[in-house]
């Protein structure tokens, strides 16, 4: 009431528009499918997709199979596939990963671009293979990735065979718990910005998939807390 509202701090409240990814196994089937494989799981090999971005604008009919969001988010999240390309778009201002990302990128084989930008995972607790034999992809900005609450990494970047250098620096570990085969089998690693955080537990350990040196020539064949 207006004329009440006297000798009073008022405060906005605003319906911001929120949305959340799929269950990373159910987004990675459903951008298959959207792909061409009708039968696709996220255990299926995809060749079809060579990059992942998000778009400025909705350029489909925006229709329920096009929709690789949770059920209760506030604003869908709608992808398709054009041309070697799977575009997503949202007009949500919060964009989360699901607290489960899970295979989210698993078996995406001639992938070799994956557009993160204003990703919030601030949420997720696991990402598990997550990018797990991604074979072509070539650069990987991880700079927006807030890993604070993150507890699996197990077989994260197994077989990311086309990375030559990867950034953990943004990378808080602390509470991650298993980091098995996280970086194993990526064959052309030569350059690695360590976490800034490793997991407090010093005996899980991260493997190195090869030699590595410091600056100061010290050598390395893997990481803890103790490194």
């Known amino acids: 009431n207006v004329t009440q509202a006297k000798n009073h701090t008022l405060k906005a409240i605003w319906d911001l528009k929120e949305s959340t990814f799929l269950l990373g196994a159910q987004f990675n ?9 009708q039968d696709a799981t996220y255990q299926t090999s995809d060749t079809n ?13 925006p229709v329920d199979e096009n929709v690789v969001s949770t059920s209760d988010s506030n604003t869908p999240i709608y992808a398709w596939f054009n041309n070697g390309t799977l575009y997503y778009y949202t007009d949500a201002v ?7 990302a899970n295979y989210m990128f698993y078996k995406l084989r001639n992938v070799n671009s994956i557009d ?17 034999s991604c074979l072509n992809l070539s650069n ?3 700079s927006d990735f807030n890993t604070e609450n993150v507890q699996q990494t197990q077989g994260m970047f197994y077989n990311c065979s086309s990375l030559t250098s990867i ?11 298993n980091t098995s085969n996280m970086l194993d089998s990526m ?22 998939p090869k030699l590595m040196i410091d600056s100061n020539g010290n050598e390395y064949t893997e990481l803890n807390s103790s490194s």
């Open 140 to 142: 990987l900005d991880l």
């Open 29 to 37: 089937a459903k951008i298959k499918q959207l792909a061409g494989n």
């Open 187 to 208: 064959t052309s690693l030569e350059s690695l910005k360590t976490p800034d955080t490793y997991p407090t537990d010093s005996s899980v350990k991260i493997t190195l």
């Open 49 to 61: 997709i060579t990059s992942i971005v998000r778009s400025n604008s909705l350029d489909i009919m």
């Open 116 to 132: 993160l930008d204003d990703i919030n995972t601030t949420k997720t607790t696991s990402m598990y293979a997550l990018f797990h």
């Open 94 to 100: 919060n964009l989360y990963m699901n607290v489960n």
């Open 167 to 177: 950034d953990l620096s943004s990378f808080d570990m602390s509470k991650v718990t």
